[in-house]
């Protein structure tokens, strides 16, 4: 049996893609044969990252792991004495997750006057009470809308006079994935913009909207940053059996289980029997017998039937929009991009064809299936005018104009006006004449039929 294992950069090779490579074996290995050869048993794997600083320069090295959880306890809790010596984020796959968010002011961009504060100080009270309105129109909206009782465990990792962070996970949710939760994240800001401006995402950025895609990194409790160690997420407030734990010190042992119970992607089974009964094995076997077992949201996406087998019903966010009458949610998995009428296969292929140049590696729904994003190898930006040393572009695909722009994961060429021009005619048209012949949800048929009638020239 293979509990762990870790993928590095290797140096000079531009075709080694440590974070990719992690996560295929990840899902590869979900479910190993046992040493003695009977049979197979199931070894739910978390993914995540340590970073490091070379000893003679700022420039920071990642260290990907896929582990079991029983693994990653023991990894975890005995790697350094102190806060500052842990440097860990949490990478957020594809599978069913836990709702979370992440609050980060940074006092540079976000000035007091900008919201008509005298001091930092009336900021921050701003900010905080933004943050429980948020947090408390969560929680009700799990409860009246899911009858599901979820509690949040609020983490803190303050700079005063620089910078405002917090991450919040709802212990007790689960989603359909990361950009489920996005989307209703981005929906309940809305709701409470008015009366809290904290929350309009155009104008302020408090509430990172980035995180809520794929194979994102999600900094985890307990953790600091590697180019600033000196501060950490702590427990600021959570369930009642942890809050013993609010405020610790930087040195204190840490809880397992409020360590599990912060992790977006260890999903606790309900009905742990059921399992056993159906499985060859118990797949929760990893936290032992004495607490609540859990598996992982690699695991549930590696083996989907489970979720059903054990009753998990992860929660999925649909919104009509009210200008177009079209929805805004999120396409299909990429296992079924062929089943998508939006986009076919084929239009995919046309697609990594065009954009060659950028060296694209796959294609996913985004934006509430509405667009498509290419990922790509390519670190040549188109923004910044030069080859980033870690950052690499992607491409945004408009399925309703036909537009498309190259952008960037660099923080510094995220807010850059980008480029957006047409797809050929002779690629375009044809994928859209082909959805409105396929497309069986009336609810789209309208918006798709004005676009290809503009689109037919």
């Not at 010596?85 to 007091?112: I, N, Q, S």
């Not at 309703?400 to 980008?418: E, F, M, N, P, V």
Request: charged share 25%; proline share 5%.
């Amino acid at each position: 049996m293979i509990h762990s294992k870790s993928f590095v950069k290797e140096p000079g090779n531009e075709n080694s893609h440590p974070l990719r490579e992690c996560y295929d074996w990840a899902l590869e290995h979900c479910q190993q044969r046992r040493d003695n050869d009977e049979g197979t048993m199931n070894t739910p794997m978390l993914m995540f990252v340590q970073k490091s600083v070379h000893e003679h320069s700022n420039y920071v090295t990642r260290r990907y792991y896929a582990s079991t959880l029983e693994s990653f306890l023991r990894f975890y809790s005995g790697h350094g004495s102190c806060d500052t010596e842990r440097h860990f984020d949490e990478v957020v796959g594809c599978g069913p997750c836990k709702a979370f968010l992440d609050f980060d002011l940074d006092f540079g961009r976000e000035t007091p006057a900008k919201f008509g504060c005298q001091d930092i100080d009336e900021l921050c009270q701003k900010a905080e009470d933004a943050t429980s309105a948020l947090i408390s129109a969560i929680v009700e909206y799990h409860r009246h809308s899911h009858a599901v009782c979820v509690e949040p465990i609020i983490m803190k990792a303050h700079r005063p006079g620089r910078k405002w962070s917090k991450h919040v996970v709802f212990r007790g949710s689960l989603w359909h994935d990361v950009t489920h939760v996005g989307a209703y994240i981005k929906w309940q800001c809305q709701q409470l913009a008015d009366k809290y401006p904290l929350l309009e995402q155009r104008s302020c950025k408090m509430v990172d909207q980035s995180v809520y895609y794929y194979r994102r990194c999600f900094r985890m409790y307990r953790s600091s940053k590697a180019t600033e160690p000196s501060r950490s997420f702590t427990l600021e407030s959570g369930p009642a059996e942890y809050e013993w734990h609010a405020n610790e010190s930087a040195n204190r042992s840490i809880n397992d289980r409020l360590l599990i119970d912060s992790l977006i992607t260890a999903v606790p089974l309900p009905k742990p029997d059921s399992l056993t009964e159906n499985e060859s094995d118990n797949a929760a076997s990893e936290m032992g017998e004495e607490q609540q077992p859990h598996v992982t949201s690699t695991f549930l996406e590696a083996a989907p039937h489970v979720a059903a087998l054990v009753g998990l019903q992860p929660i999925q966010f649909y919104k009509l929009t009210d200008d177009d009458q079209t929805l805004s949610r999120r396409g299909p998995r990429r296992a079924d991009l062929g089943s998508n009428a939006f986009c076919d296969p084929d239009f995919a292929r046309e697609l990594q064809d065009f954009f060659s140049d950028q060296q694209p590696e796959r294609v996913v729904p985004f934006a509430g299936g509405n667009m498509l994003r290419l990922d790509c190898r390519s670190r040549q930006c188109p923004l910044a005018l030069r080859v980033h040393r870690s950052n690499h572009v992607y491409v945004l695909v408009n399925l309703l104009t036909g537009d498309y722009a190259i952008h960037c994961y660099s923080g510094a060429c995220r807010d850059q006006r980008k480029q957006w021009q047409k797809l050929p005619p002779d690629i375009f048209a044809e994928h859209l004449t082909s959805a409105r012949d396929n497309c069986s949800d009336a609810q789209l048929l309208p918006s798709l039929a004005r676009v290809v009638n503009m689109m037919e020239w």
